[in-house]
């Protein structure tokens, strides 16, 4: 069988696979589909939504935890803050676990801009701000 008698797109055992393209400069590349459930209007997160995702998914990255949880999500002049409950240690029984807030900064495009924790406590002890 010649290269012209198979059908379009298919490839024999013998040919090396396609690479990828590289991304471009100038933009992300279209390939690239991580964050394409994310709504965007312009390149800009529109959504408390994606923003809250995109920013639990940062939180988590950094951390190594699993974000339990959005507590907070606010628009900011420019992007979004939002806070993220995160277990920062198991214990049994689970009431004795010990939770954190993160509280990160996106801008409006979901860069992260910065984290930091804001509280520490005891899943047990609940306290209302």
């Known amino acids: 069988m010649t290269g012209e008698d198979r059908e379009p797109g298919h490839r024999s055992r013998a040919e090396p696979p396609r690479r990828r393209r590289r991304p471009r400069e100038d933009g992300p590349d279209p390939d690239d589909r991580e964050d394409e459930d994310l709504p965007r209007r312009n390149g ?4 408390a939504g994606a923003a809250a995702r995109l920013a639990a998914r940062e939180v988590a990255d950094l951390t190594g935890r699993t974000p339990e949880g959005i507590v907070s999500v606010q628009r900011s002049e420019d992007g979004w803050v939002v806070g993220i ?4 240690a198991r214990r049994i029984p689970d009431s004795a676990d010990i939770l954190a807030t993160y509280e990160a900064e996106l801008d409006a495009h979901g860069e992260l801009l910065s984290y ?11 306290r209302e701000e």
């Open 116 to 126: 930091r924790r804001t509280r520490r406590y005891s899943r047990g002890r609940l």
């Open 44 to 47: 800009r997160i529109r959504s």
């Open 85 to 88: 409950e995160v277990v920062e």
